[in-house]
Nanobody, 118 residues
């Protein structure tokens, strides 16, 4: 059973920055994808950004240009740098690991809250 440990959420003012990190307890398979999804009480869980271990990346439209995903390296950690945060970025952010940049995998972290407010 893969466990994902997330860190880095919290409150931030509009225009500010946050860094989210997620570390996997183990990784199996030669090709895999790690990344971030987010969810609010009103909306379904949606893609933020994902990256494969061979460097393929996929960003949602709202993340492109503001967020940068990096990793996963030998430390099995993926990092999401979020800049120019907006109030509408407020959500619970979930780490995920799976096999495709087009759909989430089977394992989720517990979530970390990001709250953007003035």
């Amino acid at each position: 059973q893969v466990q994902l440990v997330e860190s880095g959420g919290g409150p931030v003012q509009p225009g500010g920055s946050l860094r989210l990190s997620c570390t996997a307890s183990e990784i199996t398979g030669r090709l895999y994808v790690m990344g971030w999804y987010r969810q609010t009480p009103e909306n379904q869980r949606e893609l933020v950004a994902v990256i494969s271990n061979v460097g393929s990346r996929r960003y949602s439209d709202f993340a492109r240009g503001r967020f940068t995903i990096s990793g996963p390296g030998a430390n099995k950690t993926v990092t999401l740098e979020m800049n120019h945060l907006k109030i509408e970025d407020t959500a619970m952010y979930y780490c995920n690991i799976g096999g495709s940049v087009w759909s989430p995998g089977d394992y989720w972290g517990q979530g970390t809250q990001v709250t953007v407010s003035s």
